[in-house]
């Protein structure tokens, strides 16, 4: 069963999701409004362990009194370390195990747009 269940509880985000017989591993979330319509929509970082097996930034907005269905908007090559989103830019680490010197994993950091409806633009490097 595909479902998806968010609860505001004072500023802390629980959510509860299963994927396509998968289940999606929960990482760092933040509440900000990225559409404009003042619902604090949620932006989190997040592994499907059973589905696809990928790493990926999601977003949920907030329509109501209800967040919709996540939507991957990154797809990323490894583990989000740190997220943020400030003046319309989503700023996040990852650590990328292929990179680095004799592959001992590297932390890159990248910068993409918010397009203002719940996408972004194609992140540049730091």
């Known amino acids: 069963m595909n479902g998806f269940k968010n609860i505001l509880l004072g500023g ?3 959510i509860i ?3 396509g017989g998968g289940r999606l591993e929960q990482g760092k979330s933040i509440l900000r409004d990225i559409n404009g319509d003042g619902g ?3 932006i989190r970082y997040g592994f499907d362990s059973g589905g696809t097996g990928s790493h990926g930034i999601y977003v949920e ?3 109501g009194s209800f967040w919709e269905t996540p939507s991957k908007v990154l797809g990323l090559n490894g583990k989000v370390t740190q997220l943020s ?3 319309n830019q989503l700023i996040y680490q990852v650590f990328d195990p ?6 001992q994993g590297e932390q890159i950091r990248y910068s993409a747009e ?4 719940g996408t972004f633009q194609k992140p540049k490097k730091l």
């Open 114 to 117: 918010s397009n203002g409806d």
């Open 12 to 14: 802390l985000v629980l």
């Open 61 to 63: 907005l907030k329509k």
């Open 17 to 19: 999701a299963s994927c």
């Open 85 to 87: 989103f400030n003046n």
């Open 98 to 103: 292929s990179a680095g010197h004799l592959g």
């Open 40 to 42: 604090h929509d949620i």
